[in-house]
């Protein structure tokens, strides 16, 4: 049985192709250009995606899926920008049986059809990439460079690169075969068998509020491209960037002559907990989260008879142990602390320090030296409110702001976060990072993730005790990101073997313009499904294979 080709696969065979080359290779690619440059995507696409944006302000989101005649609007910007964006909402049911009836088409139109159908979405997406960006900054409290990157060309390169491993995955075995066995004097046994790709049933995506588009785009694709109808369950507080990919993922299913409610949006009303009921709904066979380790664990637990993934919290670490270049240490680890305000599952929090100090290009550093290096640092990148917010972005939610006022009561703080007025927006929430000193037996403290602009300096016996404090919390915590800075190369062997014993990606001695907290599709992985703080990789051929099955059926030649 050969699978007749599809248009959209046609179109976009190329694209596929290279995506399915970088996979391989693991070097550098992108398909869609991360500057928001005029000179890339033309002199009125900023003004035009800008305005794009702003139509949706105060008014009924178009979206024409299964509703139940109510809407709800509950984000709230960190920018102080009133958005008052009403969608409609649906039950579970609507959403549940509409995906259900959409499947079995889908399923059979084969996995070129679907790959093709995916590659156009991200195209239509493209194309409206400044649209996206704008819902992602004022939704999430990003910059718009960073959303412009993070929410929309790297979260489609993201996507592409599951779409690739998916179809890597689909297509790994064929779709028919003859077999044939000798049988002594008499005839062989001939048998004709097929292959189908059966996908797992409905798909659950739950959105995050920091980055709504790259942290859910890698399941989406994964199981739209596999068979699978999806529902969008979007963070309340980051509704928009979402509603846009359904809008526009619906649109192009109908043009190529599929059931659009192959992909639906899920908004939920104030204390609905939408998510728990969808994700213990039978009819839903595979769940991808974002967000607290006490939900990723309860969802883990509890959706049993769906495929969970989960990226839940952790403890990121860097281990500084020596450095060639200070100035350059404290500059790439202070940008990395800077960034959207810490606001970022990758960012480092557990800075470990020998507290008799460290060996540098400069001469012998004390330990208090090195945090205040990465403090001046810190500082000097905020020090100018408008250049300052253009990194930091606004916070993203209360819950921040609270651990901010917690953190004062711990520790000695060697910068202390300010309050800054946004140059462009009066009424946002911008906070500077804070860096407080700890002693490595302060556990109690460090042992816990303070997700926001809050990091610690800890004082440690030697770099062989922060090796061993990075094995224990992160192997019990776990962690989506780990550094190293040391200038022996025994270290570095000692630190990338903690690391592999704990499960986590290492970085080491990093000094120029590649940062801990930021991962290149197509080459990095983005968890490790390892440790406590994600059970899968984003993306490998594990993150789609249980995506689906592979059912066979067998005649007689």
């Known amino acids: 049985m050969t699978e007749t080709p599809h248009p959209l696969y046609d179109r976009h065979a190329d694209t596929l192709s290279r995506a399915l080359t970088a996979i391989t290779e693991r070097g550098y690619w992108s398909a869609y250009p991360e500057s928001p440059s005029p000179r890339v995507y033309g002199e009125t696409a900023a003004a035009d995606g800008k305005a794009a944006f702003e ?20 984000e709230v910007s960190p920018f102080g920008v009133a958005l008052d964006v009403r969608y409609p909402h649906a039950t579970p049911d609507q959403l549940v049986a509409a995906a259900s009836a959409a499947l079995p088409a889908w399923r059979d139109a084969g996995p070129q059809a679907r790959v093709g159908v995916c590659l156009e979405i991200l195209d239509r997406l493209h194309r409206n990439v400044f649209e996206l960006a704008n ?20 979260a489609l390169d993201r996507a592409l690169e599951a779409i690739a ?3 890597a995955e689909m297509t790994r075995h064929p779709g028919a075969a ?18 189908h790709v059966v996908p797992r049933g409905v798909a659950l995506v739950i959105g995050c509020n920091t980055f709504p588009t790259w942290n859910s785009y ?84 509890n959706a049993r008879q769906a495929a969970v993934y989960t990226e839940k919290a952790g403890l990121n670490t860097v281990v500084i142990d020596s450095t060639d270049d200070f100035v350059g240490m404290c500059r790439n680890l202070g940008f990395t602390l800077t960034l959207y305000s810490g606001q970022m599952c990758t960012t480092s929090q557990n800075l470990l320090i020998p507290r008799d100090g460290i060996e540098t290009d400069q001469g012998h550093k004390s330990f208090d030296e090195v945090a205040a290096g990465l403090a001046q640092t810190v500082g000097k990148l905020t020090a100018d409110p408008a250049r300052g917010v253009e990194l930091t972005g606004a916070i993203v939610n ?10 004062t009561k711990v520790g000695e703080p060697v910068l202390e976060s300010r309050t800054v007025e946004h140059p462009s927006f009066p009424d946002a929430v911008v906070r500077t990072p804070t860096i407080v000193k700890l002693d490595a037996a302060d556990t109690a403290t460090y042992s816990q993730e303070w997700f926001g602009p809050i990091s610690f300096a800890i004082a440690t016996d030697s770099t062989a005790h922060s090796l061993e404090i990075l094995r224990t919390t992160v192997g019990e915590k776990g962690a989506l990101t780990a550094g190293v ?44 499904g390892a440790n406590p703080a994600a059970n899968a990789a984003l993306t490998d051929g594990a993150y789609v294979a249980n995506r689906f099955r592979i059912v066979q059926s067998r005649r007689h030649a």
């Open 55 to 74: 139509a949706y302000l105060n008014g009924d989101f178009p979206l024409d899926q299964p509703a139940d005649g109510t809407t709800v609007a509950t």
């Open 135 to 154: 819902a992602v900054q004022f939704t999430s409290g990003q910059a718009f460079v960073m959303a412009f990157q993070a929410g929309g060309t790297h």
């Open 165 to 167: 491993y998916a179809y």
């Open 178 to 195: 003859g077999w044939e066995k000798a049988a002594g004097k008499g005839e062989p046994l001939r048998m004709n068998k097929t292959f």
């Open 218 to 301: 890698p399941g989406l694709f994964a199981s739209l491209a596999t068979g699978n109808p999806v529902i969008i369950k979007p963070h309340p507080r980051a509704v928009l960037p979402l509603a846009i990919t359904v809008k526009y993922a619906r649109q192009v299913l109908a043009e190529a002559g599929f059931d659009p409610n192959l992909v639906q949006l899920a908004p939920e009303a104030p204390g609905e907990k939408l998510a728990s009921t969808l994700a213990l709904h039978p009819a839903v066979k595979i769940v991808d989260f974002t967000g607290s380790t006490e939900y990723g664990d309860w969802l883990e637990a």
């Open 398 to 407: 209360d819950g921040v702001l609270e651990r901010l006022e917690e953190v």
């Open 485 to 528: 800075y040391a200038t022996d190369e025994a270290v570095l062997d000692a630190a990338e073997a903690a690391a592999i014993d704990a499960g986590v990606h290492l970085s080491c001695n990093l000094t120029g313009g590649v940062f801990v907290n930021q991962s290149a599709a197509f080459s990095d992985f983005h968890g490790s």
